[in-house]
T-cell receptor
Framework: DAKTTQPPSMDCAEGRAANLPCNHS???????VYWYRQIHSQGPQYIIH???NNETNEMASLIITEDRKSSTLILPHATLRDTAVYYC????????FGQGTRLTINP | DSGVTQTPKHLITATGQRVTLRCSPR?????VYWYQQSLDQGLQFLIQ???????AKGNILERFSAQQFPDLHSELNLSSLELGDSALYFC????????????????FGPGTRLLVL
């Protein structure tokens, strides 16, 4: 399983865009990048995933670099309810959760 | 709401006991996954079932077992419980469960919080 590296914590002001980086330099050509988040002790929530192209859905945008060695999750207008631990995962056979980034949205 | 349900929400028991956790996948999903989240280990994959058959195994102890029934719900059985088994147990489901390089999105339930005293 390809390893991912994320900053342990980030802060963002409410209403601003939150940009969460992830490095996955050992990713293979057919492996997808997945993002999940976990709010307090709730079940992890699926956010978005992508392979090569940038992706957008109602929750977030995912920007993957051309060499696929890193990606950025963008929450366009962060709210207090976006405070959570965000996990970047390279999925081959199974989800392997690292430590993630603890994102705090400040009022 | 992911559509995955888990019961019970909370469970308190004593060391040496046995408990059963239950999971109902989203409608139409054939695969069920079990994860354990403890304070010092993070989220750990335990086991996956696909349409009633074991598909993949992770860091599951021999004291733990699981099964998936014909109606696709799954149960995780934990026996000879130890203090260290206290954790959150999550179930997830996906449509197929044969992730061809990660094309399978898993949806998680709300979890069962187990406390072993």
């Amino acid at each position: 399983d390809a390893k991912t590296t994320q900053p342990p914590s980030m802060d963002c002001a409410e209403g601003r865009a939150a940009n969460l980086p992830c490095n996955h330099s050992t990713i293979s050509g057919n492996e997808y990048v997945y993002w999940y988040r976990q709010i307090h002790s709730q079940g992890p929530q699926y956010i978005i995933h992508g392979l090569k192209n940038n992706e957008t859905n109602e929750m977030a945008s995912l920007i993957i670099t051309e060499d696929r060695k890193s990606s950025t999750l963008i929450l366009p207008h962060a709210t207090l309810r976006d405070t959570a631990v965000y996990y970047c995962i390279v999925l081959s056979q199974k989800l392997v959760f690292g430590q993630g980034t603890r994102l705090t949205i400040n009022p | 709401d992911s559509g995955v349900t888990q019961t019970p929400k909370h469970l308190i028991t004593a060391t040496g006991q046995r408990v059963t956790l239950r999971c109902s996948p989203r409608s139409g999903d054939l695969s069920v996954y079990w994860y354990q989240q403890s304070l010092d280990q993070g989220l750990q994959f335990l086991i996956q079932y696909y349409n009633g058959e074991e598909r993949a195994k992770g860091n599951i102890l021999e004291r733990f077992s699981a099964q998936q029934f014909p109606d696709l719900h799954s149960e995780l059985n934990l026996s000879s419980l130890e203090l260290g088994d206290s954790a959150l147990y999550f179930c997830a489901s996906s449509v197929a469960g044969h992730p061809k390089y990660g094309q399978e999105t898993q949806y998680f339930g709300p979890g069962t919080r187990l406390l072993v005293l």
